[in-house]
């Protein structure tokens, strides 16, 4: 990314960047890669070095010192809440209020604000719904990454400029599947399986393994939350030696090295959203687990194997999806067909910024 002149329009970019999840490094990627060039970059990251070796052009700030995020909106000419589920209050109604002050201050300091690539939700209390009912009407445009999202916040307010599309990772540039590797885990920790549920999962993957006697890669792709949890799961019976003998673990410190994975994957069984993503733009075999109705959503829109958490699953039908899938990839003109319904994204950001004097 060249760099911006001295009267380049100053937009700041606020997210859940530099948290060590790869999901929101790729969401990161794509929007620097449609923010023309003329542009002056500053960049809310936790973990700022590797925010700064993602996006070497970028200045950032430091994410959890509000002080310092509100003295960045104060001198900047447009916000972007760049991606993800940010308006929501299910990871703690202290977050929702944090990213519902950034646009309240924005606008009393005449910044413009932009919604990209969001969801909304989920939003458990009234109080919370109430606030951002209030709140969306102060953004300058929204555009939103599901139906469902959309079709909300159509219902609250009609006063600002709306679109919507497939999640903006899609735009992500992909690879060509090869084959002939391992089974990928891309597994997160979740309120939807207890033991009894994880012991059906482990079972399946056992079994699954034996069949094919290939190696279970166990990728955490949140490096701080996915990390741990093969060892939590090793603790129940069902994590037998053979399994454990089969089994490798990493996380990935980037994008690349993760499509690199994927890519050579013989099917990979994804939870995170954006795992379920950048293994289908690698071609990958998948079948997916919904923890939340955003994966079956993905997981529909190509067509691609989905096990909703919310049933009570058995080992069979764990199987019987997994065996299905196994080895055969992607269907690459449906990922096409979402990557131009995605770009409305690009679209409105692109609209915004020629508005900014």
Not at 21 to 28: E, H, I, Y
Not at 69 to 83: C, R, W
Not at 299 to 326: I, K, R, Y
Request: aromatic share 6%; net charge positive; hydrophobic share 45%.
């Amino acid at each position: 990314m060249a760099t911006a002149g001295k009267g380049a329009r100053r937009v700041l970019l606020c997210g859940y960047y530099g948290e060590h999840n790869l999901g929101d490094d790729a969401l990161l990627q794509v929007l620097v890669g449609q923010i023309p060039t003329s542009c002056r970059l500053l960049i809310t990251a936790y973990d700022q070095r590797l925010v700064s070796e993602l996006v070497p052009s970028s200045k950032t700030v430091q994410r959890r010192s509000l002080r310092s995020v509100l003295k960045a909106v104060a001198t900047s000419d447009v916000l972007i809440l760049g991606g993800g589920s940010l308006l929501q209050d299910s990871t703690s109604f202290r977050s929702l209020l944090y990213y519902l002050t950034l646009i309240v201050i924005s606008r009393v300091c005449n910044t413009k604000v932009l919604l990209w690539g969001q969801g909304l939700g989920p939003l458990n209390r009234v109080v919370s719904r109430w606030l951002v009912q209030m709140v969306l009407p102060l953004s300058t445009a929204i555009s939103w990454r599901d139906l469902v999202s959309y079709q909300q916040a159509c219902r609250w307010q009609r006063s600002v400029p709306m679109v919507w599309g497939p999640d903006p990772v899609w735009c992500h540039p992909g690879r060509q599947w090869i084959g002939g590797g391992d089974v990928v885990v891309c597994w997160r920790p979740t309120e939807r399986l207890d033991d009894e549920g994880w012991t059906v999962l482990i079972t399946a993957l056992s079994r699954l393994q034996s069949r094919t006697g290939v190696t279970i890669h166990w990728l955490a792709f949140h490096a701080d939350q996915d990390r741990l949890l093969p060892d939590q799961l090793q603790t129940l019976d069902a994590f037998t030696k053979r399994l454990k003998e089969a089994s490798t673990f990493s996380s990935c410190q980037t994008i690349d090295q993760a499509l690199d994975i994927f890519s050579k994957a013989r099917l990979v069984i994804p939870m995170r959203l954006h795992a379920l993503i950048l293994a289908q733009l690698a071609g990958a075999p998948c079948s997916a687990l919904s923890y939340d109705p955003k994966v079956k959503a993905a997981a529909s829109m190509v067509m691609a194997s989905c096990l909703d958490l919310g049933n009570q699953l058995t080992v069979d039908q764990c199987l019987l999806a997994w065996s299905e899938q196994f080895d055969h990839p992607a269907d690459p003109s449906k990922i096409l067909t979402i990557q131009s319904r995605s770009r409305v994204h690009a679209d409105i950001l692109l609209d915004e910024l020629k508005c900014v004097d």
